[in-house]
């Protein structure tokens, strides 16, 4: 049996699972380890997203904050060291965090959900805070 995957065929032990990884998952090579801000996010969002970043990349992690998975949607942070992403959560429904969720596991990513509506606004709150999700 063979796999069918961006135009060769190979044999499924022969498919290196780092290579199709990192091609489900599209970002620009220079966009590792810059903080991108998009235009929709509110103060509180960005605040978080940019903690997180420092929290990794202090860890001497690589990350992408701008970036897209196939068939799934785009994403706030993604840790390239632990392969771990880290949605920042703004919602307040459950049935909503639920199909987040949902929607990145069944694409078979690891997800950090940190919900900031009870995040603290003083920094030092906001890096304990978001610094209790962070994986090492």
Sequence with gaps: MTYRRYGREREPEMVNAKELYRKAINYEYSDVNKLNKHNTETIKHFLAKATVFYLLRNLKHDVITGFS????????????????????????????????????????????????????????????????????
Excluded: F
Aim: aromatic share 4%.
């Design 69 to 136: 998975i196939e068939h799934v949607g785009k994403g706030d942070i993604l840790d390239l060291s632990s392969r771990v992403q880290y949605e920042i959560e703004t919602q307040k429904s459950i049935a909503n965090i639920n199909r987040v969720k949902k929607k990145y596991i069944n694409a078979g990513i690891d997800l950090i959900i940190i919900q900031i509506r009870k995040m603290p606004m003083d920094i030092d709150g906001m890096r304990d805070y978001l610094k209790e999700h962070i994986r090492p």
